[in-house]
């Protein structure tokens, strides 16, 4: 009973081990059964395969070189289309926009006035106003001077304190005498119009001749006005520099940015002083149309210089070309980056696309254009339909990626499939499983 009970589970043993030597020594049993489950997928509906999502990337680098000083999103972030992601050092390219806008204006201050003709009050007004612009840059020189002597010299800077606090009483001293004179003035030009104005009431034929001081008492009020404008300017610019100082003395680092604060003030004074001298030059000589017609063409090429300066200044700030998610960031602030090496990897979530590997005898089946079912294991209860959008033309091995060591011995095709993802749930990388529907 014994021997009995042990023969029949021992000659089953032996079958399947006779199996398994067949089937491992047998091609011909392999592919017999491999034709078999290769029917039988043929007359599945549909045809299932499974892939890595991925997403069109867009690698962002700037034109120009400068320093990086603001990284302004993260790795994983979302991102809209003109969203700022990286800025670099512009303070160079302003200046050069606000020099490049400055001689724009004084190129268009001189075709307005060469247009527009002159009077004697225009000229005494641009006179004026020429005045105040010297006296506000030869205050800012003097600023300019005054914060790279102190640089070279810090010890100065108590003597040069108590210098500018006896400049600054004098320069409102004066300003006070100039305010009283324009007082004066004022009161006869506002004599000097009041008889005008009866001077023109009279018949034409009955008015007295003027008196040539009346003309001098317009040119005396202009002179006021210009003195006021001048003494203030420098009561303003002395005040400046003795604020400077007072800052330096506060904090003695911030030397160095105070002379470069300095300088630029200085230069635009300078750009200032030179509108101010085009405009009355250009009162005083008044403009032929041959040289109205160059200065049109120096507005044009003042504007062009205007535009390159903006640009290049927009150059220094990178922007997302379109909406997506930030994979990689390969630069810190501070850091130099270089004109064409990419600072930051942006993926384009709006559409993703699945590459999945259709055996052989099933290729006949799958059309371009065809409806794709996709599901997610982040999205188990969501079906995401897809289109197959291309096949490939030759087959190849199933990728080590994708399926099982038995199966990668056989001949697929790549088809991809193209998925739209308006609200972005599927991301790079993800595991997906698609269903490829016959007959849809």
């Not at 050092?89 to 268009?108: C, F, K, N, P, T």
Request: with cysteine; proline share 5%; glycine share 6%.
């Amino acid at each position: 009973m014994l021997q009995q009970r042990w023969f029949w589970p021992g000659v089953l043993l032996a079958l399947l081990v006779a199996l398994a030597g067949a089937w491992a020594l047998s091609p011909s049993l392999r592919e017999w059964a491999s034709s078999l489950f290769g029917q039988a997928q043929a007359r599945s509906p549909e045809i299932t395969a499974s892939g890595f999502l991925e997403a069109e990337t867009i690698r962002l680098a700037p034109e120009v070189g400068g320093r990086i000083v603001e990284i302004a999103v993260a790795e994983g972030e979302e991102v809209t289309a003109g969203q700022i992601l990286v800025r670099l050092d512009d303070r160079i390219a302003r200046a050069q926009v606000a020099m490049a806008e400055a001689g724009l204006e004084v190129a268009q201050a001189r075709l307005a006035l060469a247009r527009a003709g002159a009077c004697a009050e225009d000229i005494r007004r641009a006179e004026a106003l020429l005045a105040q612009a010297e006296a506000l840059r030869d205050g800012a020189y003097q600023a300019w001077q005054d914060a790279r002597a102190l640089l070279a010299n810090p010890q100065d800077l108590e003597a040069r304190i108590a210098q500018l606090e006896a400049q600054v009483h004098a320069q409102r001293a004066l300003l006070d005498q100039a305010v009283a004179l324009k007082d004066l003035a004022e009161g006869a030009y506002n004599q000097y119009r009041a008889a005008m104005g009866q001077w023109e009431s009279i018949p034409e034929p009955l008015r007295p001749p003027l008196s040539p001081d009346v003309h001098g008492v317009l040119y005396a009020y202009w002179q006021a006005w210009a003195g006021v404008n001048a003494a203030g300017a420098a009561y303003d610019g002395a005040r400046e520099t003795l604020g400077l100082l007072y800052q330096m003395r506060k904090n003695p680092l911030a030397l160095r940015a105070q002379v470069n604060a300095a300088e630029a003030q200085y230069r635009a004074a300078e750009a200032a002083v030179d509108m101010a001298r085009a405009q009355l030059e250009g009162l005083r000589a008044g403009a032929t149309a041959e040289e109205i017609a160059a200065l049109e063409a120096q507005v044009q090429q003042a504007r062009a210089q205007v535009e390159g300066a903006r640009v290049a200044l927009d150059k220094l700030t990178l922007t997302a070309p379109a909406g997506g998610v930030i994979l990689e960031l390969a630069a810190h602030e501070g850091e130099l980056a270089l004109p064409g090496v990419p600072l930051l990897t942006l993926a384009d979530l709006e559409e993703v696309r699945l590459t999945v590997y259709v055996p052989e005898n099933r290729l006949g089946q799958v059309q371009v254009g065809q409806r794709v079912e996709v599901r997610v294991d982040s999205f188990p209860d969501r079906v995401f339909l897809g289109r197959v959008a291309s096949i490939a033309t030759q087959a190849e091995f199933t990728p080590r990626n994708i399926q099982t060591a038995e199966e990668r011995v056989n001949m697929v095709f790549a088809v991809r499939v193209l998925i739209p993802n308006p609200d972005r749930a599927l991301k790079p990388g993800i595991l997906a499983d698609a269903r490829i529907l016959i007959g849809e």
